[in-house]
């Protein structure tokens, strides 16, 4: 029977790891008669329904946990994984018994890809080697972790292209093509193929129009970033470090944008920034209290696409917020 490996949509980590749980399940864990792969979106409330899943077994990489028996593997290191309290006690309860073997949580690893290797490696004798490439640009590109903004904007790197397909591609079927490549090829060679190599050129012109449009939108003042660009028609899958390229001694990015399918808040720190740990801000915390949530330095919050003024009036509220602690970069 065909197995559902269910995955953060729009994701370089999220595709990135439906492909290591693949080789991981085919290689340790008895494999399927085949996988398919469904992309999940963060969307108004958060929540998730049964519908989502197969009638073979399902897993969820890279996502927020779910409760349903239907589920049957889970990875994730989001720190806000949890929807509800109920979730997470119906998470530890699971760890008692053979889920402890099947579903795992932990938000100190930088990406979810580098977790199910690790998992698998030291739980299951799964072998990585011949995955150094893909491991070390998933902790870059999902941590954050390029040499400066420059890096991350101007995406010289051939991954940088294979992820700025991947966060704007809109048909359904368009990731699933690219998902089983990436533990069977290097990132440039999948930029070769066709059918990736063809979106390379129109992506990177309309990435070139939206640095400009947050040039123009972007307003920094008391160390934050804010731009609406809600009127500029649908946007989706913008690089998120063009507001540190263009200014790098901001501490915080807050946008409001939206798409075909929500009204979104997206929220950032600089990754750059000069200030230590405990004196920033933890944006998951930030995004749960209206119900969106992330990490410690991004996350993200979804409203209808008919919610536009009360998104605009919650990321306006973050904005004061963040603008009212403000703290000098060193």
């Known amino acids: 029977m065909t197995f559902r490996v269910l995955h953060h949509n729009n994701c370089f980590d999220g595709a990135c790891s439906a492909a290591m749980f693949t080789k991981f399940h085919r290689e340790c864990a008895g ?55 109920e979730d997470k006690a119906a998470f530890l309860e699971g760890q008692r018994g053979p889920q402890g073997m099947r579903q795992f949580f932990d938000p100190e690893f930088i990406s979810c890809t580098s977790f199910i290797a690790a998992v698998g490696k030291t739980r299951f004798g799964f072998d990585v080697s011949g995955l150094g490439e893909l491991l070390y640009w998933a902790d870059i590109i999902d941590g954050a972790r390029f ?36 533990t069977t090829m290097p990132m440039s060679e999948i930029l ?42 649908e946007v989706e899958g913008l ?9 790098p001694k901001a501490t915080y990015t807050i946008g409001l944008s939206r798409s075909k399918s929500r009204t979104k808040i997206s929220v950032g ?38 919610e536009l003024a009360l998104g605009r009036e919650v990321a306006e509220g973050i904005v004061r917020d963040l603008r009212a602690v403000y703290r000098p970069e060193r």
Not at 198 to 214: D, N, S
Not at 239 to 247: A, G, H
Request: net charge negative; aromatic share 12%.
């Open 192 to 233: 070769r193929q066709p059918f990736v190599h063809e979106k390379v050129t129109p992506l990177l012109v309309q990435h070139v129009e939206a640095v400009e449009l947050i040039r123009k939108r972007a307003e920094l003042k008391d160390g934050v970033i804010y731009f609406d660009l809600t009127e500029d028609g």
């Open 31 to 85: 494999g399927a008669d085949a996988y398919e792969y469904v992309g999940l979106q963060h969307g108004p409330g958060g929540g998730m329904t049964g519908e989502i899943f197969g009638p073979g077994e399902n897993a969820i990489v890279d996502f927020k946990y779910s409760r349903s028996p239907r589920l049957t593997w889970w990875f994730d290191h989001h720190q806000s994984a949890f929807m509800t309290p």
């Open 147 to 182: 040499e400066s903004a420059t890096a991350a904007v101007e995406m010289e790197a051939a991954a940088m292209k294979v992820a700025m397909v991947i966060e704007n591609a809109t048909e359904p079927d368009y990731i699933p093509r690219i998902i089983p490549l990436l």
């Open 239 to 247: 690089n998120k470090f063009i507001p540190y390229y263009l200014y």
């Open 269 to 306: 720190t600089n990754p750059w920034t000069t200030l230590k740990g405990d004196e920033l801000a933890n944006l998951a915390q930030v995004c749960e209290r209206f119900g969106g949530g992330g990490h410690a330095r991004v996350g993200a919050i979804s409203y209808r696409v008919d």
